[in-house]
C-alpha cells in the first residue's frame, strides 16, 4: 500500500510539475489536457466502480481500491487545472459556474477527495461495505457535474 501511494504522489508530483513549467498559449492548452485526462481517469475509475456494484464484472477489492485511489489522486489535483476561464471553448465540458464559484468547486473537489478515501477504505470489507461507501461517491460526483458541467454539443 505505501509503494502504490509513493507511485500516486510521484505520478501527481511530475503531472503537476509538467503544467507548472510550461508557458504562453500551450499552458491553457496543456492545462486543459491535464484536467481532461484527470477526468478521464475518473471515468474509468467510475466504470470499473459501478460495474463491480452492478454485478457485471466480478467484485475484486484490490481492483475496487485501486480505483477509489485514482479518484482520491485525480479529485486532490483536479482544482489546480482551472486557473484560467475557459468555458468559451467548446472542446471542453467546464461551465462557467466553475470559475463563478470556484470555492465551491473546491468544496465538491475536496468532498470527492474524502469520499473517495473512505470507499477505498471500505473495499477490503466486502461488495457490500464498498456499495455502500461508493454510494456517496457517485452521489458526489452527479452533484458537480450537474452544477458545474456543460454538455459538449
Given at each position: 500500500m505505501e509503494i502504490h501511494m509513493a507511485k500516486l504522489r510521484l505520478l501527481a508530483a511530475a503531472l503537476c510539475l509538467g503544467v507548472a513549467t510550461t508557458?504562453?498559449?500551450h499552458a491553457l492548452d496543456d492545462e486543459i489536457g491535464a484536467r481532461q485526462q484527470l477526468m478521464q481517469d475518473i471515468k474509468a475509475a467510475m466504470g470499473a466502480s459501478v460495474a463491480m456494484v452492478k454485478g457485471e464484472m466480478e467484485y475484486d477489492?484490490?481492483?475496487a481500491e485501486l480505483a477509489m485511489r485514482t479518484m482520491n489522486a485525480a479529485a486532490i489535483g483536479l482544482p489546480m487545472?482551472?486557473?484560467k476561464d475557459n468555458s468559451e471553448d467548446l472542446d471542453t465540458e467546464a461551465g462557467p459556474k466553475i470559475w463563478q464559484n470556484m470555492d465551491g468547486f473546491k468544496t465538491g473537489a475536496g468532498i470527492l477527495?474524502?469520499?473517495?478515501?473512505?470507499?477505498?477504505?471500505?473495499a477490503s470489507e466486502g461488495l457490500d461495505a464498498f456499495k455502500m461507501a461508493f454510494g456517496d461517491v457517485?452521489?458526489?460526483?452527479?452533484?458537480?457535474?450537474s452544477?458545474?458541467?456543460?454538455e459538449k454539443k
Open positions: 508557458t504562453g498559449a477489492a484490490k481492483r487545472f482551472f486557473t477527495a474524502g469520499t473517495s478515501d473512505a470507499a477505498a477504505k471500505k457517485a452521489k458526489t460526483c452527479k452533484g458537480c457535474h452544477e458545474y458541467r456543460v
